[in-house]
């Protein structure tokens, strides 16, 4: 089964920085757009931001300002530049890639963890 392969979480302490990064494999042909979701305990999966293959993106209120969606295209690679981080922001960030004519794939999600 085909994964995407996140990096760049980790812990952090309110008001840092942390840089996630998703690669999609060279077998997902054609992606059209990407996002990361999370999820902290007892809460449903929300999505944090998304951006297009025209570059086109859309983000959470909650991190609107704060957290920057960017795209490799030619790399099939999407980044979340997060800044101000908050404690609720704490949760496991997943990465999704849609391609243009097969099913979203996942990644296997990775922890952020920002302490007061």
């Known amino acids: 089964q085909v994964r995407l392969v996140e990096s760049g979480g980790g812990l952090v302490q309110a008001g840092g920085s942390l840089r996630l990064s998703c690669a999609a494999p060279?077998?997902?042909?054609?992606?059209?757009?990407m996002g990361w979701y999370r999820q902290a305990p007892g809460k449903q999966r929300e999505l944090v931001a998304h951006?297009?293959?025209?570059?086109?993106?859309n983000y959470a209120d909650s991190v609107k300002g704060r957290f920057t969606i960017s795209r490799d295209n030619a790399e099939n690679t999407v980044y979340l530049q997060m800044n101000s981080l908050k404690p609720e922001d704490t949760a496991v960030y997943y990465c999704?890639?849609?391609?243009?004519?097969?099913?979203?794939?996942w990644g296997q999600g990775i922890q952020v963890t920002v302490s007061s």
């Open positions: 951006i297009t293959s025209g570059i086109r993106t």
């Open positions: 999704k890639a849609e391609p243009y004519t097969d099913p979203p794939y």
């Open positions: 060279g077998s997902i042909f054609s992606i059209n757009a």
